[in-house]
């Protein structure tokens, strides 16, 4: 199965600040078939990317993925306070459709 | 607006049985893929099963295949999940997802599983 590894596992950032994610994968994600989630507690995950770099319906332009290959990155240009969450990558392209363990992006 | 609804789920033993039921309402049930994707207590999200919209095809994560059984009814808008000889590693939230391409675009607010004597 492909692995994905996310780093790093939390990132301290204050409200404004720039977020960069990072999701490497162990094999390479066939047609950059990967997909990010933020995850807020007692809540179910919300899709905000997929296909590497295309936003879910409704999910503010603050939010931006890129990538190819093994290498992908989820970017958050300017941190609002409903953006301290967990975000996870997850690569679509093969079975079974795997998970990274997940960033905690929280208030420095 | 998409709306899925876990049920099913509750306290059983090891090796027992579960079936879990997710009724879908506001999308095109025979047209989507659907998935489950569960969360153990503290944990990431560990992808458990996919299936096509014509019910064709399943998919299943390594450490549920033999176990699990995925299937819907299109004409109940239901996805199923059968879960057998249930582990203490199987307790988790699990969630019924609505897949758009392989993602999951829409989520259930879950249902949890507890496997324990």
């Known amino acids: 199965e492909n692995v994905l590894t996310q780093s790093p596992g939390t990132l301290s950032l204050s409200p404004g600040e720039r977020a960069t994610l990072s999701c490497r994968a162990s094999q390479s994600v066939g047609k950059n078939y990967v997909a990010w989630y933020q995850q807020k507690p007692g809540q179910a995950p919300r899709l905000l990317i997929y296909d590497a770099s295309s936003r879910a319906t409704g999910v503010p332009d603050r939010f931006s993925g890129s990538g190819s290959g093994t290498e992908f990155t989820l970017t958050i240009s300017r941190l609002e306070p409903e953006d301290f969450a967990v975000y996870y990558c997850?690569?679509?392209?093969?079975?079974?459709?795997?998970f990274g363990q997940g960033t905690k992006v929280e208030v420095k | 607006e998409v709306q899925l609804l876990e049920s099913g789920g509750g306290l059983v033993q090891p090796g027992g049985s579960l079936r879990l039921s997710c009724a879908a309402s506001?999308?095109?049930?025979?047209?989507?893929?659907m998935s489950w994707v569960r969360q153990a207590p503290g944990k990431g999200l560990e992808w458990v099963s996919g299936?096509?919209?014509?019910?064709?095809?399943?998919y299943y994560a390594d450490s549920v295949k033999g176990r699990f059984t995925i299937s819907r009814d299109n004409s109940k808008n239901t996805l199923y999940l059968q879960m057998n000889s249930l582990r203490a590693e199987d307790t988790a939230l699990y969630y019924c997802?609505?897949?758009?391409?392989?993602?999951?675009?829409?989520w259930g607010q879950g249902t949890q599983v507890t496997v324990s004597s």
């Open positions: 506001g999308l095109s049930f025979s047209t989507s893929g």
């Open positions: 997802t609505r897949d758009q391409g392989w993602e999951s675009a829409d």
């Open positions: 997850q690569q679509c392209a093969t079975s079974p459709r795997t």
């Open positions: 299936i096509t919209s014509d019910g064709g095809t399943t």
